[in-house]
Nanobody, 123 residues
Framework: HVQLVESGGGSVQAGRSLTLSCAAS??????????RAWFRQAPGQEREGVAV????????RYADSVKDRFVISQDTRWRTMTLQMNNLRPEDSAMYYC???????????????WGPGTQVTVS
């Protein structure tokens, strides 16, 4: 019912900040999904979960590699999800994907819908 598209990616120097956004469009407001999440995938690497938000439960979880640096949030109308990335490191370079699931967002295998991705390059 909902389409997702990311924006905000680009090239940034190490130590700087960047904020990614994921806009939802289409039928409904996306509230039928239990959770939304950000994943990333670098060349030659597996797609990994970065951050997860369960809107109704008020729960947020982060990968250990980004904990205390990244912040996931979602507006109250379910229109936009963001990932605020602070103190970026070269190893954060990857294609970042927003996603949603009607079950869980803790694994890529349970994701129901994916955005096309946005590239983040840290140097």
């Amino acid at each position: 019912h909902v389409q997702l598209v990311e924006s905000g990616g680009g090239s940034v120097q190490a130590g700087r900040s960047l904020t990614l956004s994921c806009a939802a469009s289409g039928t409904g407001d996306g509230s039928e999904y239990k959770c939304r999440a950000w994943f990333r995938q670098a060349p030659g690497q597996e797609r990994e979960g970065v951050a997860v938000i369960y809107h109704r439960a008020g729960v947020r979880r982060y990968a250990d590699s980004v904990k205390d640096r990244f912040v996931i949030s979602q507006d109250t109308r379910w229109r936009t999800m963001t990932l605020q990335m602070n103190n970026l490191r070269p190893e954060d370079s990857a294609m970042y994907y927003c996603a949603a699931s009607d079950s869980t967002c803790d694994s890529s295998t349970t994701i129901t819908i994916w955005g096309p991705g946005t590239q983040v390059t840290v140097s």
